[in-house]
């Protein structure tokens, strides 16, 4: 390796295994939406737990490392899917060799259930012997990976093994790689957060401990070079590094070879499906590692992998995609079509606060793009190069105007499934996201996110009986954020046997006000297939709420920016009122400073069509009824039928003599008069008052109505029933 970046050297060898407790089985009954748990699959690993735990409180710290006492959790059973593997060159210094599993579902356990491919490369130096090897399959697939290293010849001549993305359920493949390479001075390449895992994994492994002994590990970053050479020759093909982080897979990187100018994507522009393990065997019978047939065939699949998996994360892979800055040079179609959308992308991206790493990077030449996941892509290139950054200019644009925060932390991927879950039901109608990994995010990050979100759901894993501390905080950061206190929430997670981190974050929530959009979702363990439908109809439940709370904003300020207000908007307001439940408000002039008021008026009626007037009954004790002589304006905002206990509770609340009645929630303001209009509202009035009548222990006002407007056609008026005719 020359001039590799080492940002943290050669890893000392792995420490012995140390035996941890493992959780027990047995779940507690618990109010809210539940789940089976799934037979638990793998023994959860604790490592990562630890990571999130070690900075926990002291009292969940202390909590992790008393091993409950519960009975013992079965035994992990290993579930293996039937696979194929293949071995296919992408050009004669470069095979690919293609696993596909039909049965296997993707990352994204839902919807679309093709099986997937999970593609590893082997490059060849200038000997024509295989020295790289970049990623290895996952163990769950039931093919013999090493044996066919071994067939090729493979693991006597590797001197590389470069890993784009790590996860747990590829370290026993790379063990076992890693034991059967013959070469004295194997590296082992692979980002700093990776390198991380592995060490934390190897101190719990010993097979993994044994396997990288001899390995010499190295830690590659932005900037980090390996030229692949035979012994005493000159220098061979080179490879950069490029790190490609996502919240999801903050360990991600691209690997380009400039040789042949193969862009090796990990993640990036994959693909999950493994239809006929990707078609066709044309040419004579032969399978191509490539996209025959290119965006007719493979389109959608492209397309619904990015919606699932990076639409959530556009705004990351927006700097991704501006760090790599890819050039195709083998373009199919005009350079001009390949430009346009990079261009576009490019001023989302200037508009963007990127955080430090705002560095030009040079073009990078790519004639093919070789991703983890799916067919090369080489005849859809510029198509689909320009897809991603049109749908990344558009998903960020987006996030501007209607945006969810999804925010979680997660030790074994369990949470940051249920994420990925409602994120996409989020994304399918057609909010933004901004997904927040608590671990990596910093306090600005998650305090922009906040300010600009119109809803937010927050998802944690109990870990000894608590939550992360990264949770903790960033929950303490949340109930300060003004902001967040105004849009739908909600919150959930994965727990093993007792589950109180779902609790802890809806019950500090509720209790500071916040409204929750959905109920909270638990999870035991991994989450089965319904589980993530829940999640997903959840967050889309969610952003259709936003929606329509969006557009009744727009349609209150489109009647507040007509000058004449139209006798038809007026008409229908009026409609609205048949002993509806209002909240009434008025407001003594427009200084600062001015006495207002607000009360709940449910004794209120229609009385003249022409001019459109109507009566509302006032308590003579009321503090309001100053507000209200003849000749005063007041708004009379109709509630709507399922929104209107948030508002009843807002007014029953007891307070102080000019205390805001509205602290805390959003209203808009009448420009003509400056009290208060409530944008849940169903509709709302402007009126005037005309005559008072005494009318026992109440005054009746006869108003005129000045103006109004349907907020929400499809709401109905709501209505208080009473039991007696003795009180409201
Ligand atoms: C060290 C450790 C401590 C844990 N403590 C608890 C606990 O107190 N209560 C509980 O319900 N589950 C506990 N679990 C189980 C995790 O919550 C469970 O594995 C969950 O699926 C993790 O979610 P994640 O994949 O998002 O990290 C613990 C797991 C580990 C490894």
Redesign the pocket.
């Known amino acids: 390796m020359q001039a590799a970046a080492k940002a943290h050297g050669p890893a000392a060898a792995a420490l012995p295994a140390a035996r941890r407790p493992r959780?027990a089985a047995a779940a507690a009954c618990r109010p809210g939406l539940r789940f089976q748990a799934t037979p638990e699959r793998r023994v959860?690993q604790?490592a990562p737990?630890?990571q999130l735990?070690a900075k926990a409180s002291s009292t969940g710290a202390a909590?992790?490392e008393q091993a409950p006492t519960q009975q013992a959790p079965a035994p992990p059973t290993e579930v293996k899917y039937a696979a194929k593997l293949e071995v296919l060159p992408l050009n004669p210094k470069c095979d690919s060799i293609r696993v596909s599993c039909s049965e296997r579902l993707s990352e994204v356990e839902f919807n679309q259930r093709h099986g997937t491919t999970t593609n590893a490369y082997l490059l060849k130096g200038s000997g024509g012997r295989y020295e790289a090897l970049i990623d290895v399959p996952s163990r769950v697939f039931d093919v013999d990976f090493v044996r066919a290293l071994r067939d090729l010849g493979a693991t006597s001549s590797l001197r590389y093994i470069i890993i784009t993305r790590l996860t747990p359920e590829r370290l026993p493949v790379l063990a076992r790689v890693l034991a059967a390479c013959e070469q004295q001075g194997l590296q082992l390449l692979l980002s700093n957060p990776a390198l991380r895992l592995l060490n934390e994994r190897a101190e719990a492994d010993e097979a993994l401990a044994s396997a990288l002994r001899n390995v010499q590990l190295e830690a590659v970053s932005r900037g980090s070079e390996l030229y692949l050479t035979q012994r005493g020759q000159a220098r061979g093909r080179r490879l950069r590094f490029i790190p490609i982080p996502t919240p999801r897979w903050p360990d991600l990187m691209a690997v380009h070879s400039d040789e042949d100018n193969i862009l090796f994507s990990s993640n990036f522009f994959s693909a999950h499906n493994a239809s006929e393990a990707l078609l066709p065997t044309a040419n004579g019978g032969r399978r191509s590692a490539a996209d025959t047939g290119g965006w007719d065939v493979f389109g959608n699949d492209w397309a619904f992998y990015y919606e699932c998996m990076l639409a959530p994360v556009a705004r990351q892979v927006a700097t991704a995609l501006d760090r790599l800055n890819i050039t195709a040079t083998q373009s199919q179609g005009s350079l001009a079509a390949v430009l346009a959308p990079l261009r576009r992308l490019a001023a989302v991206v200037e508009e963007l606060t990127l955080g430090a790493d705002n560095g030009e990077s040079e073009p990078l030449p790519v004639s093919m793009i070789a991703p983890m996941h799916g067919p090369v892509v080489k005849q859809a290139l510029t198509e689909l190069l320009g897809r991603y950054a049109d749908w990344t200019a558009a998903q960020v644009q987006a996030a501007e105007s209607s945006c969810v925060a999804v925010l979680y932390a997660?030790?074994?991927?369990?949470?940051?499934s249920l994420a990925q879950a409602i994120s996409h039901g989020i994304t399918k109608a057609g909010v933004a996201v901004e997904t927040l990994n608590l671990e990596q995010a910093g306090l600005d990050e998650l305090e922009r996110a906040l300010d600009r979100c119109q809803g937010f759901v927050l998802g944690s894993?109990?870990?000894?009986?608590h939550l992360p501390t990264q949770v903790q905080t960033a929950l303490g950061t949340i109930i300060r954020n003004a902001n967040a206190r105004q849009v739908p929430c909600s919150v959930f997670g994965?727990?093993?046997?007792?589950?109180?981190a779902v609790d802890i974050m809806e019950k500090r929530l509720k209790d500071a006000g916040f409204r929750f959009a959905f109920d909270p979702i638990r999870c035991k363990?991994k989450p089965t297939g319904q589980t993530l439908q829940v999640c997903e109809e959840s967050g889309l439940d969610l952003a259709q709420e936003i929606r329509k709370a969006a557009k009744r904003k727009e349609k209150l300020a489109a009647a507040k920016l007509s000058v004449a207000e139209t006798a038809s908007g007026k008409a229908l307001a009026v409609a609205r009122v048949l002993g509806s439940l209002c909240v009434l408000t008025a407001r003594d002039g427009e200084e600062e400073g001015a006495a207002e008021g607000a009360m709940l008026a449910s004794w209120v009626s229609q009385a003249s069509f022409d001019p459109p007037g109507l009566t509302v009954a006032v308590k003579r004790d009321r503090a309001m009824e100053s507000l209200l002589p003849v000749g005063a304006s007041f708004v009379l905002n109709v509630l709507a039928e399922g929104r209107e206990k948030a508002m009843m509770k807002q007014m029953l609340k007891p307070f102080k003599p000019a205390e805001d009645r509205f602290e805390g929630v959003e209203v808009q303001r009448s420009e003509a008069t400056g009290a208060v209009i409530i944008p849940e509202a169903a509709a709302y009035l402007e009126c005037k008052v005309e005559d008072r009548m005494d009318a026992g222990d109440h005054v009746v006002l006869y108003a005129s109505v000045d103006s109004g407007q349907v907020l929400d056609d499809t709401a109905q008026t709501s209505v208080h029933y009473r039991k007696v005719g003795s009180s409201y």
């Open positions: 959780p959860p604790d737990a630890r735990a909590a992790v997660s030790a074994y991927g369990n949470t940051a894993p109990t870990l000894g009986g994965s727990f093993g046997w007792s589950g109180e363990f």
